[in-house]
């Protein structure tokens, strides 16, 4: 049974850092894709970053230069680092895996496992 538990989200102010945690069971991350999508209130779900069997990265344009996906395989984890958080990073945040090659990594068709989210709110 494929498990993917996010952790790591809370409230902080404008300017803030986060580090989400994504804790995977029952599933490899090694040479896999693996990916952070967000949804906002009334908003549709969105890619934020991802990162490839290979180890490249891309990110959502919002969050060049600000976000940081990053693995560590041996902990079978994925992290999501938030610096210069600003309130339109308020979102639930989920993190998701097994990506079907057919489908843009920004889409959340193109993913079959998904966490529960973490809930992330910045104020300004």
């Known amino acids: 049974q494929v498990q993917l538990v996010e952790s790591g989200g809370g409230s902080v102010q404008a300017g803030g850092s986060l580090r989400l945690t994504c804790a995977v069971s029952?599933?490899?991350?090694?040479?896999?894709?693996m990916a952070w999508f967000r949804q906002g209130p009334g908003k549709e779900r969105e890619g934020v970053a991802t990162i490839t069997s290979r180890g490249s990265t891309a990110y959502a344009d919002s969050v060049k230069g600000r976000f940081a996906i990053s693995q560590d395989i041996a902990k079978n984890t994925v992290y999501l680092q938030m610096n210069s958080l600003k309130s339109e990073d308020t979102a639930m945040y989920y993190c998701?895996?097994?990506?079907?090659?057919?489908?843009?990594?920004?889409?959340?068709?193109?993913?079959?496992?998904w966490g529960q989210g973490t809930q992330v709110t910045v104020s300004s």
């Open positions: 998701a895996a097994d990506r079907l090659a057919v489908h843009m990594w920004n889409f959340p068709k193109s993913w079959n496992y």
């Open positions: 029952g599933y490899t991350i090694n040479n896999k894709n």
